[in-house]
């Protein structure tokens, strides 16, 4: 069996990870892949985005399935494009994959079915948009950019004159590009934030264990947001009760209305929860793998993840039984200095050989130059063990941290404390 993974960063290493632990000894192939990735499959220079360039990988090698991980390629209708030429692809299709590539269209989905999430409305004019703001008069105010926006898209706002950059930037300077046609601007939630990703045949869908990630750049939740610091799993906040309000109120309901607009979602479903002081919200839906929840989920999956995808795939997720450890684990991220706004590349990666058997390094921005490993983007690493407790897991993750060095590297030493 041959595998395509489209992608190339810690998301993608943990996919690959542990499709080379299934019974079917797949060949694995990944575009472009990392320095990390090379070491379980065959690293290929095509970009995750140009997808006539994934259609003749596939078609070249004679791939038996492409596992497409990224938002971007799916909301470019990667699947569609792969399905056309007989390829078996793994994620939505592009009219599926819209919930979330457009927030305007999964706020309005969620309202038209009932399922629970932030007041909000969408303004397609920056002047309505400032006057909705003004009139509302209440802080923190939730701007958000419609389209993709590298995670970036979701500015809180303290004041007015916060909210008024917000909407200058996204709406008049386009700083999102065409991602900021539109805004919504929503209501602030507070409480607890959770990672629910689901694996969804069209019909069935099977939540898999409960995650949370770290936005924020620093420790105590300061900094700017990105793509994502470290994460943990299970939450402990996502008890057996909220798991079962959360799949009758949003999971289950939301694989329905997807199917009443014509829409069934094959993949995987992330639901970005914030457990409110009257149940749970979605905050946002990706149509995909989370990163880095991937790194702290992934390891705990006992079931052959081939099985899963092509159960997937087939329409045949209820006839198959899916199954975790009772370990918890954590990913611990180790970014370039500057990130997420400036940083440099290309510095010599130390110590990863001295990390202890227990402990997995998943890479994101590395490449090889020469022999060393280099760093090769904002987010590098991510140092990921697993213990019968989140903090043995923990524990053992920061002790492997402490081997490992590049030039102005940083990392949050809170991860899982909250
Ligand atoms: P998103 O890109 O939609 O996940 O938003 C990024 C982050 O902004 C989320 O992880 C939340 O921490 C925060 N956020 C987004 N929407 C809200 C909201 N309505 N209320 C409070 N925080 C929010
Ligand atoms: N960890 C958040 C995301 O993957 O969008």
Not at 226 to 254: C, H, L, N, W
Not at 262 to 289: H, Q
Not at 335 to 347: D, L, N, Q
């Amino acid at each position: 069996m041959k595998i395509l993974v489209v992608g190339g960063g810690g998301r993608e290493h943990a996919i690959i990870k542990k499709l080379s632990e299934s019974k079917y000894h797949p060949e694995l192939i990944c575009a472009p892949g990392n320095a990390g990735i090379a070491s379980l499959a065959e690293c290929v220079n095509v970009k995750a985005t140009d997808i006539q360039g994934i259609v003749s990988l596939a078609q070249e090698r004679k791939v038996d399935l492409v596992f497409v991980a990224p938002d971007d390629p799916l909301m470019l209708g990667a699947v569609d494009r792969l399905n056309e030429r007989g390829i078996r692809a793994f994620g939505p299709k592009q009219n599926a994959a819209i919930i979330e590539g457009s927030k305007a269209f999964s706020k309005e989905l969620m309202k038209k079915y009932s399922i629970p999430t932030a007041d909000y409305e969408t303004f397609s004019d920056a002047d309505e948009a400032l006057a909705y703001i003004r009139s509302k008069n209440s802080y923190p105010a939730v701007i958000k950019a419609d389209g993709l926006a590298l995670g970036k898209g979701v500015i809180i706002a303290q004041d007015y004159a916060e909210a008024e950059k917000a909407v200058n930037d996204i709406m008049r300077d386009k700083v999102f590009g065409e991602s900021g046609n539109k805004v919504v601007i929503e209501e602030f939630l507070t409480g607890h934030e959770v990672s629910v990703l689901a694996f969804c045949d069209g019909q069935t869908v099977v939540p898999m264990v409960s995650a949370q990630d770290h936005k924020r750049a620093f420790d105590g939740d300061k900094g700017l947001n990105t793509g994502g610091m470290g994460a943990f799993s299970p939450s402990r906040y996502y008890t057996e009760d909220v798991a079962k309000q959360t799949y009758d109120r949003i999971i289950r309901p939301t694989v329905d209305a997807l199917i009443k607009e014509g829409r069934p979602f094959k993949g995987v479903i992330y639901f970005g929860l914030m457990l409110t002081k009257d149940g749970p919200k979605v905050i946002e839906y990706n149509a995909r793998f989370g990163d880095p929840e991937t790194q702290a989920v992934l390891p705990r999956l006992k079931t052959d993840f081939i099985d899963i995808i092509n159960a997937v795939i087939d329409g045949a997720l209820d006839k198959i039984n899916i199954e975790w450890s009772d370990d918890a684990a954590a990913c611990i991220v180790l970014a370039s200095g500057g990130y997420p706004v400036a940083y440099e590349k290309g510095k010599k990666i130390e110590g990863l050989s001295s990390v202890p058997k227990d402990v997995y390094v998943y890479h994101a921005g590395t490449k090889f130059d020469g022999d060393d490993v280099v760093t090769s983007g904002g987010r590098v690493l991510g140092v990921t063990a697993k213990g019968e407790t989140l903090e043995k897991a923990l524990e053992k993750a920061y002790a492997a941290v402490g081997k490992i060095h590049f030039d102005k590297m940083f990392y949050r030493r809170d991860i899982g404390k909250k």
